[in-house]
C-alpha cells in the first residue's frame, strides 16, 4: 500500500509561484501513472498533470505551460511547478498514484491565489 502526503500549499498572489510536493510512502517506481489533481468546492476533482512509467507526461488544456511535472524515483517523491498563477488556480490540489495495487489519493493541500 503507498500512501502519499502533498505539501508546499498556501497563500499566494497572482503571478506567483510555487512547488508542490507530494512524498510517497511505498515505492512508486512500479506506479502505472502517478499525478496531480485539483478540485474547488462544488465542482468535480479534474486532472492537472500526470506522468505515466514511461516518462511521458500529460497536462490539462488550461495548464498552457504554466505547469511542470516531475518526480524523482530516489526520495518517492513527486513535484508540481506552478507559475503565473492566477485566481482561477485556487483550489485543493491532490497528489494521485496508480498502482498494480491499487489507486491511492493524498488528503491534498490547498493553494489559495489572491491578492
Known amino acids: 500500500q503507498v500512501q502519499l502526503v502533498e505539501s508546499g500549499g498556501g497563500l499566494v498572489q497572482p503571478g506567483g509561484s510555487l512547488r508542490l510536493s507530494c512524498a510517497a510512502s511505498?515505492?512508486?517506481?512500479?506506479?502505472?501513472?502517478v499525478g496531480w489533481y485539483r478540485q474547488v468546492p462544488g465542482k468535480e476533482r479534474e486532472m492537472v498533470a500526470t506522468?505515466?512509467?514511461?516518462?511521458?507526461?500529460y497536462y490539462a488544456d488550461f495548464v498552457k505551460g504554466r505547469f511542470i511535472i516531475s518526480k524523482n524515483i530516489g526520495v518517492n517523491t513527486i513535484y508540481l511547478r506552478i507559475d503565473s498563477l492566477k485566481p482561477e488556480d485556487t483550489a485543493v490540489y491532490y497528489c494521485?498514484?496508480?498502482?498494480?495495487?491499487?489507486?491511492?489519493w493524498g488528503k491534498g493541500t490547498l493553494v489559495t491565489v489572491s491578492s
Open positions: 511505498g515505492n512508486i517506481f512500479s506506479a502505472n501513472n
Open positions: 494521485n498514484a496508480q498502482m498494480n495495487t491499487g489507486v491511492y
Open positions: 506522468i505515466d512509467r514511461f516518462g511521458s507526461k
